[in-house]
């Protein structure tokens, strides 16, 4: 049984199609080991505790199994982040806003992963919204790290990455906006893959800030990562900003793509100050190994990432201040129990409804869009947001991919940052800039610092190189076994 | 710059968020903070500069103006915290 929780969704679904196991089993292990750790963990919000939904979509994978009908993820247990919409299971948010709302319908994320078979586990924790890089702001409670339980297991995504992590499920879904699945994927010691913007449909992914806003997969090694791909991305006119290209296979190079001449970028300010000792010997370790298997470090210069944080920070809550003025107690989610009148109705919802960071985003993206105060701050944002792009379209003319650290520092401990937003933001310093310029970015392990604690490779490329990040990563861990280390505080 | 208590009220006004008496001076020290941070994008000679509202450069795709959703307005409506006979209720406006 643990041989099959520790197993990759490659060899699951290896396993599946020789009938050496049922999905029905496999999903009750997974199901048996999300009940025993849960408690400790709090990585669901949600759980199929009668597990009939669960089940009964395994025992449907099955069939398909048995009339030859199944694809690389029939069958294989997931679990989605709280804010894909399902109708099988409440959508929270991690928000008090949203703890009993049951969506009419499904993500298309949802919907297409349902479609190929894949079994629904439960929903996954997260920061209220979205806004966090701890899963410390949930209304549901932390979630903790399954290689220190006492420490956070990054964010936002951070309950799909400790529930991969934790072997409670082979793969999960994740969104990122700043940094959201590559950051947990890094502090929790998995992979975690953000695709081009506009590649996987927002449609049923509860805004946060929509020129940001991607969903992704989290799993235990790249392969999976491609295998998710081949599932979740692809058009969908319900998403206005979903691109119109192609079905790709985003395992088409994982045997494929070679390190023997692949352009290096490797940034000086990505392993230089504010960097912990451990975060950027494990890096640096990594970049030697590419270029040891013959890729070349080439010079690039971003000159303006270091104001990515302050653009970011600008951006986002300015759309969140928007996207959220939906919640207001009349068409869905919570309503004050008290209120004088319409107004009132409205501020005490919110007052109610949201938590600290979420409130403070809003009352700072309504700042930076208010008269006299929006060409200093959100048009001038975007105009920087484009120096940015700039810089990293220059860089990708001279290299092939960006590699650096996923970010500063490991994992940190439950309640120190949870007061001090300034910090917390600073620590998306090597995330936010792909996000907003809408590069892929691939988050891989490549170590541990002295204190056990995993540390992420981050693998940034052009638009559309998904393909190339995952094949010249798939040499990485096919070298390694960073990706394989099951979490000292949850052993099999 | 720095917010003053009197406009973290005004802009919870504008955000329709009740702030407790007591949350005004916590909640503005935190967003100062924030604001100082931020500030620094203001040093940026952006002259000439296009500002870019989305992650692509791309034209947003247009379709036919002509309904393509279904009537569901009952599993809509479900959701809502007070709804009677199709409507949504909330506290009288007009006298």
Redesign the interface.
């Known amino acids: 049984m643990s041989s099959l929780l520790n197993s990759t969704v490659a060899e699951l679904s290896a396993a599946l199609a020789a009938r050496k196991i049922s999905s029905v089993e496999l999903t009750r292990a997974c199901l048996e080991r999300i009940a025993r750790l849960n408690g400790d963990l709090n990585a669901f919000i949600s759980t199929d505790e009668e597990r009939e939904t669960s089940l009964t979509a395994a025992r449907r994978a099955d069939e398909r199994r048995a009339r030859g009908d199944a694809g690389p993820l029939t069958g294989i247990p997931i679990a989605h982040k709280d804010i894909l919409c399902t109708r099988e299971f409440r959508t929270t948010c991690g928000s008090r806003m949203l703890e009993k709302?049951?969506?009419?319908y499904d993500a298309h994320v949802v919907r297409e992963l349902e479609r190929a078979g894949a079994v629904v586990t439960g929903k996954t924790n997260m920061d209220e919204f979205a806004m966090g890089s701890s899963s410390e702001s949930s209304h549901f409670g932390p979630v903790r790290n399954p290689w220190a339980k006492g420490r956070v297991p990054g964010g936002s995504s951070g309950g799909s990455a400790a529930a991969v992590a934790a072997r409670m499920v082979p793969a999960a879904t994740g969104t990122d906006t700043g940094g959201s699945i590559r950051q947990p994927a890094a502090l929790s010691g998995i992979c975690g893959l953000k695709p081009t913007?506009?590649t996987v449909s927002r449609y049923g992914l509860v805004a946060f800030a929509s020129?940001?806003d991607q969903a992704g997969p989290l799993a235990k090694s790249v392969a999976d990562l491609a295998l998710l791909m081949n599932a979740m991305a692809g058009f969908d006119?319900r998403d206005?900003?979903s691109?119109?290209r192609e079905k790709e296979d985003y395992s088409r190079l994982l045997n494929s793509q070679k390190i023997q001449g692949l352009r290096i970028g490797a940034p000086d300010q990505y392993l230089g100050e504010g960097i912990q000792p451990g975060v950027r010997k494990a890096v640096e370790e990594a970049l030697r190994w590419f270029t040891e298997q013959g890729a070349t470090r080439v010079n690039v210069e971003l000159p303006?990432l270091p104001?990515g944080?302050?653009?970011y920070?600008?951006i986002a809550p300015a759309e969140a201040?928007s996207n959220l003025?939906r919640f207001?107690?009349?068409?869905?989610?919570?309503?004050a129990g008290e209120?004088?009148?319409?107004?009132?109705?409205?501020?005490?919802t919110?007052?109610e409804g949201?938590g600290a960071e979420v409130?403070?985003r809003?009352?700072?993206g309504?700042?930076?869009l208010?008269h006299g105060y929006y060409d200093?701050?959100y048009?001038?944002?975007?105009?920087?947001?484009?120096?940015i792009?700039r810089d990293f379209q220059s860089a990708f003319e001279r290299c092939d991919v960006i590699l650096g650290p996923v970010a500063p520092t490991t994992a940190f401990e439950i309640g120190v940052q949870v007061d001090d937003?300034?910090t917390m933001?600073?620590g998306d310093v090597f995330t936010v800039p792909g996000?907003?310029?809408?590069l892929p970015g691939l988050s891989i392990p490549c170590g541990f610092d002295g204190s056990g604690l995993p540390v992420g490779l981050q693998l940034t490329g052009t638009?559309f190189s998904e393909a190339k990040l995952l094949g010249a990563a798939h040499r990485y861990q096919e070298a390694t076994d960073w990706h394989l280390r099951v979490p000292t505080e949850t052993p099999l | 710059m720095s917010l003053s208590d009197d406009q973290i009220r005004r802009l919870a006004r504008l955000a329709r968020l009740a702030l407790q008496p007591g949350e005004t001076a916590e909640v503005g020290s935190r967003l100062n903070r924030i604001l100082e941070l931020v500030g620094q994008i203001q040093a940026v000679n952006t002259a000439g500069i296009e500002p870019m509202s989305h992650a692509l450069d791309v034209v947003q795709r247009l379709r036919p103006d002509e309904v393509t959703e279904a009537d569901r307005r009952e599993a809509y409506q479900s959701v809502a915290p007070a709804v009677e006979e199709g409507l949504f209720l909330v506290p009288k406006v007009i006298e």
């Open positions: 709302y049951r969506s009419p913007y506009g020129s940001l006119e206005s900003t691109l119109e303006h104001l944080v302050a653009v920070y600008v201040s003025s207001d107690g009349v068409r869905y989610g919570h309503r209120y004088s009148d319409l107004i009132d109705m409205y501020e005490r919110r007052a949201f409130k403070r809003i009352l700072m309504t700042y930076v208010s200093a701050y048009l001038q944002a975007q105009r920087v947001r484009r120096l792009v937003p300034v933001y600073l996000s907003l310029a809408g638009y």
